[in-house]
C-alpha cells in the first residue's frame, strides 16, 4: 500500500548546489527576521499601537516564509502567538482562524486525495488512459493524453503527489522509448518535454478547482473576508480558461514540437500495457473512492449549477448553498470514505484513521495562520493603513494595472518562496491596496492568487520542479528557459482571464 508522502519523499531531491543554496538562504532569514522585527517595533509611526505590533510581527513572517527559516507551518503559529503576547488580540480572537469553515474544506479534500492514492485509483486512470486506442502508435498524442491526466488529476490532488506518482511512469515510459536512442538529440529533447510537462501540467491544473493548489483556498478565504463570496462552481468559471489556455499553450509550444519524430513501438506499449494489467480488475476500495469523490464533485458544483438554472434568487438555490457549503461537502465526501467497507466481515474500511491522519498537516496550519493574521491586520487598521500608503505611492493606476502588478509580483515571489506563502503575502496586500483605491479587489486577488502557482524557472521553486529536476533529463538551464517563457504566457492568460471573465462573478 502506497503512501502520498513517501512517493514524494522518494523523488523530491535537491543537488548540493541547491542544498548550499537553501541553507544560506535560511541563515539569511534566520539573521534577518528578528531585525527586520524590532526595526519596524521601534520605529516612529502614526499608527495605533496594536496595528505597529502586528506589522512588526507581520514582517518578520514574511521574511521568515520567503527564505523558509523555519517550517512555513511553525512561523503561520508563530504570528498569532506573537500577537497574542504583544497584546494585539484575545487569544480566542488570534487562533479563531484555524477553526475557519474553509479549513475543514482542505481537511476533507486532502482525505478524498489521500484516498485516491492510497488504493491507487490514480495509477489506474493514468494507465487506462496511456493505452487508450486514440494513444496508439504517436508520441505526440501519448505526450498530450500524458500532460492531460497530471492536468485532471491536479485540479482534485495536490500537485506535488501527482507530480510524485507520474513522475516514475514518465520514466518508465523514456526508458522504454530510449532504448535504441538514448543518445539521439531528438529523444534527448522529447524526454526533457515530458519531464517538464510534468511539473508543469500538474500546476496549471491546480489552478482549475479551489482545491486544486493551496493558494486558491487563500485567495478564496481572503475575498470572503473582504466581502466578496466565490463558490466552488465561481472559482472554475474563472479557473478552468486559464488552465485551458495554459494547457493549449503547453502542448503546442513544449510537447507537439519535441515528441512529433517519436513513435511508440510494440515494447513500449506492452510496458505501459502491463502496469495496467498488473493493477487487475477495479478494486472494491478504488469503486468506494469514485463514490465519494464523485458524491463531493456533485455537492461542490450543484449549487452553482442551480443558480445558473433557477436564478441565484430562487429559493432551491438558496437553500442547496446554505445546507452544502464546500466545507460540508468535502467533510461529507471524507465522512463516506470511512462508511463504505471493503471487506465488511474483517470491517474494513475505505480508509482509516492511520491513513486519513497522514494529510499535510502542516499545510492547513500554514492557511490557519495566514488567514489569523489578515483578519488581525483588518481589525488593528494595519491594512487599511498600508492599503492607503501603497495606492498614494501609485495614484491613478486602475483595476487593470492592479491586476497586473500583483499578478506579476505573485509569479516573481513564487519563484522564491513556496507558491502557498507567496500567496499568504501577495494577495491580503493586493485586497488592502484595491480597497484603499476605492477599486473591487476581485480581480488584483483573483490575479495574485493564481500568479503564484506559476513558479517554473527554478528546481527550488516548487516541489514537483524539484522532483522532475531529479531526473537527470532537464538542465537547469533549460528548466529556467522554458519556465520563464511559460511564466510570461502565464502571466498574459491570468490577467486576460481574470480581467474579462470575473465581472460575471458580481
Known amino acids: 500500500m502506497r503512501r502520498a508522502d513517501q512517493a514524494i519523499d522518494a523523488v523530491e531531491t535537491f543537488s548540493p548546489a541547491e542544498h548550499r543554496f537553501n541553507r544560506r538562504r535560511q541563515t539569511v532569514g534566520l539573521i534577518a527576521a528578528p531585525i527586520v522585527f524590532a526595526t519596524i517595533l521601534l520605529w516612529p509611526s502614526t499608527l495605533p499601537p496594536e496595528a505597529t505590533r502586528l506589522g512588526a510581527a507581520l514582517a518578520m513572517m514574511i521574511v521568515l516564509w520567503m527564505t523558509e527559516a523555519l517550517p512555513l507551518a511553525v512561523t ?3 504570528g498569532p502567538t506573537l500577537a497574542v503576547l504583544m497584546q494585539v488580540a484575545p487569544a480566542r480572537a488570534a487562533f479563531a482562524s484555524f477553526a475557519d469553515p474553509i479549513i475543514f474544506l482542505f481537511i476533507g479534500s486532502f482525505m478524498l486525495a489521500q484516498a485516491m492514492f492510497v488504493h491507487g485509483l490514480d495509477r489506474r486512470i493514468a494507465f487506462t488512459a496511456l493505452t487508450s486506442r486514440w494513444v496508439g502508435r504517436s508520441g505526440v498524442r501519448l505526450a498530450i493524453v500524458y500532460a492531460g491526466v497530471a492536468c485532471v488529476l491536479s485540479m482534485w490532488m495536490s500537485n506535488t503527489a501527482t507530480t510524485a506518482m507520474l513522475f516514475p511512469l514518465g ?20 524526454a526533457l518535454a515530458l519531464m517538464l510537462v510534468t ?4 500546476s496549471l491544473g491546480g489552478m482549475g478547482t479551489p482545491v486544486g493548489s493551496p493558494p486558491n483556498l487563500i485567495g478564496k478565504a481572503l475575498l470572503l473576508q473582504a466581502g466578496i463570496d466565490l463558490s466552488f462552481f465561481d472559482w472554475m468559471i474563472v479557473g478552468v480558461p486559464v488552465l485551458g489556455a495554459g494547457m493549449i499553450f503547453l502542448v503546442s509550444w513544449l510537447l507537439v514540437p519535441r515528441a512529433r519524430q517519436i513513435q511508440i513501438d510494440d515494447a513500449a506499449k506492452q510496458a505501459i500495457a502491463a502496469e495496467l494489467t498488473r493493477l487487475g480488475p477495479l478494486t472494491a476500495g478504488e469503486r468506494n473512492v469514485v463514490i465519494a469523490f464523485g458524491l463531493t464533485v456533485t455537492l461542490w458544483v450543484l449549487p452553482g ?12 438555490a438558496a437553500r442547496l448553498t446554505a445546507l452544502f457549503p464546500e466545507s460540508v461537502a468535502a ?3 471524507a465522512l463516506t470514505l470511512f462508511l463504505l467497507p471493503v471487506s465488511w466481515p474483517q470491517r474494513k474500511f475505505t480508509l482509516n484513521w492511520e491513513q486519513a491522519s497522514r494529510i499535510d498537516w502542516g499545510i492547513i496550519l500554514l492557511f490557519g495562520g495566514g488567514i489569523a493574521m489578515g483578519t488581525l491586520a483588518e481589525s488593528t487598521g494595519l491594512s487599511a493603513a498600508f492599503g492607503r500608503w501603497v495606492a498614494a505611492q501609485f495614484p491613478d493606476v486602475g483595476m ?3 491586476t497586473c502588478v500583483f499578478t506579476a509580483l505573485a509569479i516573481l515571489m513564487s519563484e522564491a518562496a513556496s507558491n502557498t506563502a507567496a500567496a499568504t503575502v501577495v494577495v491580503p496586500t493586493a485586497i488592502a491596496v484595491a480597497r484603499a483605491a476605492g477599486i473591487s479587489p476581485l480581480e488584483p486577488a483573483l490575479g495574485a492568487t493564481l500568479g503564484a502557482s506559476m513558479g517554473f524557472m527554478m528546481p527550488i521553486s516548487t516541489p514537483p520542479n524539484a522532483i522532475v529536476y531529479s531526473s537527470g533529463y532537464i538542465p537547469i538551464g533549460a528548466m529556467m528557459r522554458h519556465g520563464i517563457v511559460l511564466d510570461i504566457a502565464g502571466f498574459v492568460i491570468i490577467v486576460l482571464a481574470v480581467l474579462g471573465i470575473s465581472p460575471l462573478l458580481r
Open 76 to 78: 503561520a503559529l508563530l
Open 171 to 190: 520514466l518508465a515510459v523514456i526508458a522504454e522509448l530510449g532504448r535504441a536512442r538514448h543518445h539521439d538529440r531528438v529523444f534527448q529533447q522529447f
Open 199 to 202: 511539473s508543469m501540467a500538474a
Open 305 to 316: 449549477l442551480v443558480q445558473i438554472v433557477l436564478g441565484q434568487g430562487h429559493p432551491a
Open 331 to 333: 467533510i461529507l465526501g
Open 400 to 402: 487593470v494595472g492592479l
